[in-house]
């Protein structure tokens, strides 16, 4: 009983206050690390400092502020109506990329242009894609956790038509993470054991075949299992990462004052960005964002508890899953414990489509939280 009131009673009528408290403190935080690693690489690019956080800020706080507003005061049911519509606008924005409207860059084609707006249509899937996954589950007139006609084989073919238009970019990442958060959904309602194990199997096998087929990716996982070899070349990446982050020691070398960011460490406002978090904060610092990402994940899944439907379960066991993977997987891998993936930080690593999508997906959980 102690424990439940420390976690706080739900009333329905209200938000999760302590959801809204850690996804704001996560963002403004965010905003302040990515000023940070990103200052002296606007410096000598552009000449403006504050050149990529002006351009998060634009770009991704705003619409994400909205997408918030939005999310939150449109009757969450309303989301069951139009996930399939919304997966399906998405998969063909992400048909376009393969046009001229798609932009490339570094041999990868994942950027859409619609007018004067640039962004990335796979992002959104992690939202359509969970919404849709939610619905489809949720829907009690048909037994499709449990059916292999009606509920593993259509799952397989939306999972395989997602991850083939992702892999097609390529955006491995993506598809990993989406899979992921598909499973764990599955599970959750309700699916067999032995169609659990089918998918996964599948998976596994699909990312097993795209990385031996792809070299740069088959060079990532051979050098993290072999780190101690090449430290200037395949291995440059990560021994730089472990480097920021020893030498932040206690409490950091201050804010704003990483030696790192410019100088040595690649990525260093994308994946790397909690490597600069850790030089200039500290362990201290650096634990205070790892507690932030665990009461998130917590406070999302304690929700999806209380929630009276399984619509919103769902949604919010997907979301969650999303968070908790992403953070977890990069992490990991600048920790040296995980291989470089290219999976960024939610919230604080630079890209205005991914800040808006995790602030979007903020409002769709804060709504869910008023019903529990």
């Known amino acids: 009983m102690k424990f439940r009131r420390l976690l706080g009673s739900r009333s329905g009528q209200h938000p999760d206050y302590l959801l809204l408290a850690v996804i704001f403190i996560l963002v403004l935080g965010g905003l302040a690390v990515l000023s940070s690693a990103s200052s002296d690489l606007g410096e000598i690019k552009v000449n403006d400092s504050y050149y990529y956080i002006k351009h998060q800020i634009l770009y991704g706080l705003l619409p994400g502020l909205l997408g918030f507003v939005i999310a939150y005061f449109l009757p969450y049911r309303f989301y069951r109506k139009i996930s399939l519509p919304f997966l399906l606008a998405n998969l063909f924005l992400l048909t376009l990329i393969f046009t001229k409207l798609g932009v490339t860059a570094n041999g990868a084609s994942r950027w859409l242009t619609l007018g004067p707006v640039t962004f990335q249509p796979a992002e959104f899937l992690k939202i359509s894609f969970i919404l849709y996954l939610a619905a489809w589950f949720a829907n009690p007139s048909v037994n499709r956790n449990k059916n292999i006609s009606e509920g593993l084989l259509p799952f397989l073919i939306i999972s395989a038509l997602t991850a083939g238009l992702l892999l097609a970019q390529p955006a491995t990442s993506t598809v990993v993470i989406l899979l992921c958060a598909a499973a764990v959904i599955y599970f959750i309602a309700g699916a067999k054991w032995k169609h659990i194990g089918l998918f996964a199997l599948a998976g596994v096998m699909v990312i097993t075949l795209v990385t031996i087929a792809t070299p740069y990716r088959l060079s990532r996982v ?6 101690d070899q090449d430290s200037q070349g395949a291995n440059y990446h990560l021994n730089q990462a472990l480097i920021a982050l020893g030498s ?4 950091g070398v201050g804010y704003g004052q990483s030696q790192s960011k410019v100088s040595s460490l690649p990525e260093a406002m994308d994946d790397s960005i909690f ?6 904060l500290g362990f201290v610092g650096s634990g205070v964002l790892l507690a932030l990402f665990g009461l998130l994940t917590f406070r999302l899944f304690w929700l999806a508890r209380l929630t009276r439907d399984n619509f919103g379960k769902l949604i919010l066991i997907g979301f969650g899953t999303i968070i908790t993977f992403q953070a977890v997987v990069n992490v990991g891998a600048i920790s040296g414990i995980l291989p470089l993936t ?3 930080l939610p919230f604080l690593s630079y890209g205005g489509t ?3 999508v995790f602030l979007t ?3 769709i959980a804060a709504n869910i939280s008023r019903y529990t």
């Not at 932040?248 to 409490?251: A, E």
């Not at 490597?275 to 200039?280: D, F, I, L, M, W």
């Open 222 to 227: 051979s050098s993290f299992l072999n780190r």
């Open 248 to 251: 932040g020691g206690i409490f």
């Open 275 to 280: 490597a600069v978090a850790g030089q200039e």
């Open 342 to 344: 290219g999976i960024p």
């Open 354 to 356: 991914a800040l808006a």
């Open 361 to 363: 997906m903020g409002g």
